[in-house]
């Protein structure tokens, strides 16, 4: 991936790179602690798979080397549920059918709560001469 | 319509949990409004933050704390176009912009 390789040369050698992607699973949109429905996110999953791929071809290649891993929920809070359903008409995940009226009725604020992973890696040093 | 992303702070808490920033220089790639390089330019050194998006970026530069003015410098760019010298940073952060 072009990006990931301009962007690491930008970084010096023995320094860091920090990745932060969406993971599955599925979103979901709650109200008051209770989960509505899932949104699917297999599009952006599909996004965040291909950067991953990026990184662990750079870590098999002996580019970087990866430090830790965490995941972790992040809300999108919204003033109402009608709120959130038009926020996804022009997002490449989609809302189910079936679940779209239901939503749409509803005028209580919702979440919707969707699984993160942050990677932290180190650029390998360049092997130097042994003396 | 009002929408607020991760008010929880629940990716600043997870960077902190990894990384400490002090004193680092930080490229950071899909910046958006800014939302998380300015909390981390409170304790880097220096931090080139960057997004595609012109609006999302005059966003940023709107709500650019004075006091912070010296140590973050927006731009609008891709990760392709962007021109960077090699080794200038300590970190590059990538938020969902792989």
Known sequence: MHVLRHMVDAVRPGGL??????????????TGGVALCEIDGEPLFR??????????ACIRGGQLREEAVDDHDVPKHYSSAAADVDRYADDDRRLPDEAVERLRAM?????????CRLRKLRLVPFLTQAT | MTR????????????????????????????GDGRLT?????????????????????????ALPSDLADRIDYRVASGRAIE????????????WSL
């Open chain 1, 17 to 30: 790179v920090l990745d932060l992607q969406v993971i599955r699973p599925n979103p979901v949109i709650e």
């Open chain 2, 84 to 95: 960077i010298d090699r080794g200038a940073f300590d970190l590059a952060l990538f938020s």
């Open chain 1, 47 to 56: 996004n965040a798979d291909a950067a991953t791929a990026a990184i662990d």
């Open chain 2, 4 to 31: 607020e992303l991760d008010p929880e702070g629940a990716h600043l808490a997870a960077l902190h949990r990894l990384i400490d920033f002090g004193g680092l220089r930080v490229l950071e790639l899909g910046c």
């Open chain 1, 107 to 115: 005028t209580a604020p919702c979440a919707v709560r969707e699984r």
């Open chain 2, 38 to 62: 300015v909390p981390v330019a409170a304790d880097a050194d220096y931090v080139l933050a960057f997004d595609p998006d012109a609006d999302s970026v005059e966003r940023a530069r709107a």
